[in-house]
T-cell receptor, first 110, second 115 residues
Framework: EPEVTQTPSHQVTQMGQEVILRCVPISNHLYFYWYRQILGQKVEFLVSFYNNEISEKSEIFDDQFSVERPDGSNFTLKIRSTKLEDSAMYFC????????FGSGTRLTVV | AQSVTQPDIHITVSEGASLELRCNYSYGATPYLFWYVQSPGQGLQLLLKYFSGDTLVQGIKGFEAEFKRSQSSFNLRKPSVHWSDAAEYFCAVAPFTGGGNKLTFGTGTQLKVEL
């Protein structure tokens, strides 16, 4: 069964540093998403991406965040100048008719 | 805007007992509904989904869910729980199946299974 692949599985970064989280969506899917789950809380929508542009973003997705599809397979989330409260599990998903989630990247900001 | 309510934060059941996890949604039209399961430190695994048609949907691991339009509910059930079912369960809703339409998740129900 096709999978969404996320790397790295864990990342520890110092406050103020930039991080890039990577995702390889399912190859024939056209819609891509990033979600965030702070420990013990619900999964929150960050951004959706279609046809090389953002189609919707939440209020969480401020100027600190950006997304990119640098080539035909990768989909990245960049967080500039990380803050302690950015510590969370970040999930990538892709969809065609149904949503498939990756296994997540656990980001810890220290 | 759509919203999802999972009224039970924690549920404890004995192994072999039946299970029902509640989910209520708020949306103007018939939404697309999903149940996901998450084991500790793991990703989200799709249990089942409802798009249209038969309101009783079967999923993986012996789970089923019933869509009741009149109650705006999509409750998850399992007739006999196994210890390996202990996890967190999330109900989610989307306006339709893709096209940049985001999933909105409930706050989750943590299931504990007593042996």
């Amino acid at each position: 069964e096709p999978e969404v692949t996320q790397t790295p599985s864990h990342q520890v970064t110092q406050m103020g540093q930039e991080v890039i989280l990577r995702c390889v969506p399912i190859s024939n899917h056209l819609y891509f998403y990033w979600y965030r789950q702070i420990l013990g809380q619900k999964v929150e929508f960050l951004v959706s991406f279609y046809n090389n542009e953002i189609s919707e973003k939440s209020e969480i997705f401020d100027d600190q965040f950006s997304v990119e599809r640098p080539d035909g397979s990768n989909f990245t989330l960049k967080i500039r100048s990380t803050k302690l409260e950015d510590s969370a599990m970040y999930f990538c998903a892709s969809s065609e008719y149904g949503y498939t989630f990756g296994s997540g990247t656990r980001l810890t900001v220290v | 805007a759509q919203s999802v309510t999972q009224p039970d934060i924690h549920i404890t059941v004995s192994e072999g007992a039946s299970l029902e996890l509640r989910c209520n949604y708020s949306y103007g039209a018939t939404p697309y509904l999903f149940w996901y399961v998450q084991s500790p430190g793991q990703g989200l695994q799709l249990l089942l989904k409802y798009f249209s048609g038969d309101t009783l949907v079967q999923g993986i691991k012996g789970f089923e869910a019933e869509f009741k339009r009149s109650q705006s509910s999509f409750n998850l059930r399992k007739p006999s729980v196994h210890w390996s079912d202990a996890a967190e369960y999330f109900c989610a809703v989307a306006p339709f199946t893709g096209g940049g339409n985001k999933l909105t998740f409930g706050t989750g129900t943590q299931l504990k299974v007593e042996l």
